[in-house]
């Protein structure tokens, strides 16, 4: 991408990724996991700085570089890292240190803490990981409580944590996960 007002290159890495807190593990920072325990935000920041970024100076990116006549040493690199975050339930209203408190739209809790008598009034819709970043004001397919567990024991048997939007009212929603583990 060239700035056209500075003359400037830059190289952007997009990240968009989601998040769920784990108060159980030790070093905060590292507390950020994927919602199937198979990601971190440490893990990916350090895949950023020593594998993604260091692309540009690679034998067949120089090659290409050098045919567009562009030096790499000219080329910014900048990161563009966007996130969902979720923290246990009880955790709603707490802060957290190194993140950007924005970023968290809404909670994770276990089955079991999934229960009928506080949540079996709403509506609820699992979409589909490509879908995850949509936001649910415009959904129409809502399920009701028994229907969604069905949803969500099916993805259980397959180790995948179910992201629920629950439809409160027309206007209010809730984004959360259920996690398997």
């Known amino acids: 991408m060239k700035e056209t007002h500075c003359e400037q290159i830059f190289h952007v890495e997009l990240v968009y990724k989601f998040y769920v807190y784990d108060p159980s593990i030790e070093n905060e920072l590292n507390r950020w996991i994927g919602p199937n ?32 006549k562009l030096s790499p040493k000219k080329i910014e690199q900048k990161v563009c890292f966007k996130a969902n975050l979720f923290v246990p339930k009880k955790l709603q209203h707490s802060s957290f240190s190194y993140i950007n408190q924005n970023c968290i739209v809404g909670f994770w809790l276990h089955l079991n803490e ?11 819709y699992s979409p ?23 949803e969500i024991n099916y993805l259980f048997q397959h180790k995948k944590a179910a992201l629920l939007w629950m439809k409160k009212d027309e206007h209010t929603f809730e984004r959360f996960f259920v996690v398997w583990w």
């Open 37 to 68: 325990r198979k990601d971190s935000l440490v893990r990916k920041i350090n895949h950023l700085k020593n594998h993604q970024l260091p692309l540009l100076f690679r034998e067949e990116s120089l090659a290409s570089l050098k045919e567009l």
């Open 114 to 124: 999934f229960s009928a008598e506080e949540y079996a009034g709403f509506q609820f």
């Open 128 to 150: 589909k990981k490509k879908d995850w970043s949509i936001e649910p004001t415009n959904h129409h397919e809502w399920k009701n409580y028994t229907e969604i567990n069905k």
